[in-house]
């Protein structure tokens, strides 16, 4: 069983940053686009960013500029630094790798991301 583990959420003020993680047990990440996706109080939860298995990403034009995804496959973790951060970019933020018929594995309990004066 796939378990994914995020972290590194928290409460910081407009302008500041945050790194996040996330951490896969149960299956090697190597091959998979991985993403992180995020969901506001009262939204559905969106697509924030993908890096493809060879290293290749895209960005929603909420976050780009602002926000950079890498991997590390030796260690099957995948992060998100956030900088510039906004009041709207307040969510819980979940990873997980993405297949043609959406996200591939269960969520994991995500980590929460305040923006907040």
């Known amino acids: 069983q796939v378990r994914l583990v995020e972290s590194g959420g928290g409460l910081v003020q407009p302008g500041q940053s945050l790194r996040l993680s996330c951490a896969v047990s149960?299956?090697?990440?190597?091959?998979?686009?991985m993403a992180w996706y995020r969901q506001a109080p009262g939204k559905e939860r969106e697509l924030v960013t993908t890096?493809?298995?060879?290293?290749?990403?895209n960005y929603a034009d909420s976050v780009k500029g602002r926000f950079t995804i890498s991997r590390d496959n030796a260690k099957n973790s995948v992060y998100l630094q956030m900088n510039s951060l906004k009041p709207e970019d307040t969510a819980v933020y979940y990873c997980?790798?993405?297949?043609?018929?959406?996200?591939?594995?269960?969520w994991g309990q995500g980590t929460q991301v305040t923006i907040s004066s």
């Open positions: 997980n790798a993405l297949i043609a018929a959406g996200p591939r594995w269960s």
């Open positions: 890096i493809l298995s060879h290293g290749s990403t």
């Open positions: 149960g299956s090697i990440i190597i091959n998979y686009t």
